[in-house]
């Protein structure tokens, strides 16, 4: 009896001898991947909540696993909630990746590393056709498409995924608990394709705060917009909440306005039109953009090609074909406490297709001018509901000469 009783007693002592273990307060979560916005580039994004070293360290699939560190920079997020939580947010930029290879990663330090994820750098040809989800409105309570997303995500249907405004509901809520449950909630997707952002309304609480720390998109304006360029297609992010929020002063409108418009010149290489400032229905028509992206409906709609309230089609069999106007879709039905919007029963002239399923978007850049469009029920198991292909032969205010 002797002998058993002290092996019973060593083993009862064991969880004692464990020591070491990191803290949870270093542990790397809410790992999210962005473009830089420069080819051969990706950032990758995490929160501890203890100040630690910024490394992710990678290699190329098949080879040796971790051979390549880089290092970035650790920013405190103090978020404005009566508890003043504070948060530590990691960027780090790898640079020199190989289009099209993929790569194997995890990031953190020596206090904590996170799960490995892997990911496939962006192909910066201009012949590549990459292939995007995307869709506003996501909650953490009711994100109905959150499960398909995912699965596809995990098949490789998506080079990018574009979240158009209104995130978590709301990110600053319980002192910014919700937002960390929607960072972690959304790291299954993210944290293995590129996940591009703008803000909505439900992000301007705290001058947008939440938004702004959290997210790493391309250029110098905090997250609020940005553009970049994959494939054949140049990609605008902005925020239209500039236009309600006013509080956080003029200034801000006139900024992205000044921005957006220099940003179409230096694309489209053309400088002598002058829109009325600061609207944003002319200045897109005066430059000729092709496609516009809208949430914060939690529905989705396909608009015919339209201007000043009037359809522009290219032609009664094929109104996407040289349209005369740009083509606006609405995609805010991914799911969210506040569920799905209702129509107004009488429709304008200018909508062509409406859904109240829960779904989200999906769309391919072939080239330079085609663009395949496609809308997924959630509700009906997956189902392509719409679709559409936009045909352009010229760009730039000629397309609609």
Not at 77 to 100: N, Y
Not at 192 to 216: D, I, L, Q
Not at 238 to 254: A, C, I, K, N, P
Not at 359 to 386: C, F, P, W
Request: charged share 20%; with cysteine; hydrophobic share 35%.
């Amino acid at each position: 009896m002797g002998p058993v009783h002290a092996a019973c007693t060593l083993l009862g002592l064991a969880p004692l001898l464990v020591l070491g273990v990191p803290p949870l307060w270093t542990q790397p979560e809410q790992v999210h991947l962005s473009s830089a916005g420069v080819p051969g580039s990706m950032v990758v994004t995490w929160t501890t909540f203890n100040r630690t070293e910024s490394k992710v360290e990678y290699g190329l699939l098949g080879g040796r696993l971790f051979e390549m560190s880089t290092k970035g920079d650790v920013t405190l997020f103090v978020d404005s909630g009566e508890e003043k939580r504070k948060m530590f947010i990691h960027r780090v930029t790898l640079t020199d990746l190989k289009p099209a290879a993929t790569y194997v990663y995890h990031c953190g330090s020596d206090e904590g590393w996170s799960d490995v994820f892997s990911f496939t750098a962006l192909n910066d040809s201009l012949s590549f056709s990459p292939r995007f989800a995307l869709y506003g409105d996501l909650g953490n309570e009711n994100p109905q498409s959150l499960a398909r997303l995912q699965k596809e995500t995990q098949l490789g249907m998506y080079d990018v995924i574009l979240h158009i405004g209104d995130f978590a509901y709301d990110m600053h809520e319980d002192n910014a608990r919700i937002g960390d449950e929607f960072m972690r909630q959304i790291q299954s997707i993210a944290a293995y394709v590129p996940y591009m952002t703008c803000p909505g309304n439900h992000e301007a609480t705290y001058n947008f705060s939440n938004y702004r720390n959290r997210f790493s998109m391309p250029g110098q304006t905090e997250s609020l917009w940005y553009s970049w360029n994959l494939g054949s297609a140049h990609i605008i992010s902005l925020s239209t909440e500039v236009y309600f929020y006013l509080e956080f002063g003029l200034d801000l409108l006139f900024k992205q306005y000044e921005w957006l418009k220099k940003d179409l010149e230096v694309r489209l290489g053309r400088n002598d039109i002058k829109p009325p400032a600061p609207g944003l229905e002319d200045l897109f028509y005066s430059y000729g953009v092709d496609v516009e992206l809208w949430a914060h409906e939690h529905t989705y709609e396909r608009l015919w090609p339209v201007y000043g309230d009037k359809v522009h089609n290219g032609s009664t069999e094929q109104p996407y074909v040289n349209p005369k106007a740009p083509v606006h879709i609405i995609t805010g039905s991914a799911g969210c406490r506040e569920k799905t919007d209702k129509f107004n029963p009488n429709p304008k002239e200018w909508s062509a297709f409406r859904s109240t399923d829960y779904g989200y978007s999906r769309m391919q850049v072939i080239n330079a001018t085609h663009l395949y469009l496609e809308q997924v029920s959630d509700d009906q198991y997956g189902k392509v509901i719409d679709s559409i292909w936009v045909v352009k032969e010229k760009h730039g205010f000629a397309a609609w000469l």
